[in-house]
T-cell receptor
């Protein structure tokens, strides 16, 4: 069974640009969550999608947005990039919001560098 | 979600068992204990989880104390590839939960 796939693996952008990251969950998984990981802040929750609906959102500015498609694949978008957005962006999938005990499975992330 | 505490670092000889402790004294009755590990520049890898009973899978064993205030992850025969940061977290496990990874334990397996 294929794991969570994130593309691209690495990305370099300049300030002010926008970026779109993609995530394909494990087959059968309907919930997708996004996290930002930095050395100083650790793992921080961005948002979660289930059945194409955003279920939870973390404390990030509106420049960070996401969506989920009918096949459960998800994208996140960051507009007007800032230097502080440089981070490892992780996507995780799980079976669903009502499946207590269902673990999250992470992709290997997209390393975004903003210059 | 309950807070967990883990030692900052541990060493283990290759081929020996690695026993990683975790304290989760404020865990709620409906919260599971999950273990993940992260190798540099990769995403966290799910290892194992449990609620009350001890669990074992192809990667590791999880021993949870009867009062559920602590647990131990056991890697039975550590290899160099097990060198990673190991995170113990406790949460209900519904997808709506927001995972909070603490500092974790840096496990170094030595040849």
């Amino acid at each position: 069974k294929a794991g969570v796939t994130q593309t691209p693996r690495y990305l370099i952008k300049t300030r002010g640009q926008q970026v779109t990251l993609s995530c394909s969950p494990i087959s059968g998984h309907r919930s997708v969550s996004w996290y930002q990981q930095t050395p100083g802040q650790g793992l921080q929750f961005l948002f979660e999608y289930f059945s194409e609906t955003q279920r939870n959102k973390g404390n990030f500015p509106g420049r960070f947005s996401g969506r989920q498609f009918s096949n459960s694949r998800s994208e996140m978008n960051v507009s007007t990039l800032e230097l502080g957005d440089s981070a490892l962006y992780l996507c995780a999938s799980s079976l669903g919001v009502d499946r207590v005990g269902s673990p999250l499975h992470f992709g290997n992330g997209t390393r975004l560098t903003v210059t | 979600d309950a807070k967990t505490t883990q030692p900052t670092s541990m060493d283990c000889a290759e081929g020996r068992a690695a026993n990683l402790p975790c304290n989760h004294s404020t865990i709620s009755g409906n919260e599971y204990v999950y273990w993940y590990r992260q190798i540099h520049s990769q995403g966290p890898q799910y290892i194992i989880h449990g609620l009350k009973n001890n669990e074992t899978n192809e990667m590791a064993s999880l021993i949870i104390t009867e009062d559920r205030k602590s647990s131990t992850l056991i890697l039975p025969h550590a290899t160099l590839r097990d060198t990673a940061v190991y995170y113990c977290i406790s949460y209900r496990g519904t997808s709506g939960s927001r995972l909070t990874f603490g500092e974790g334990t840096q496990l170094t397996v030595n040849p």
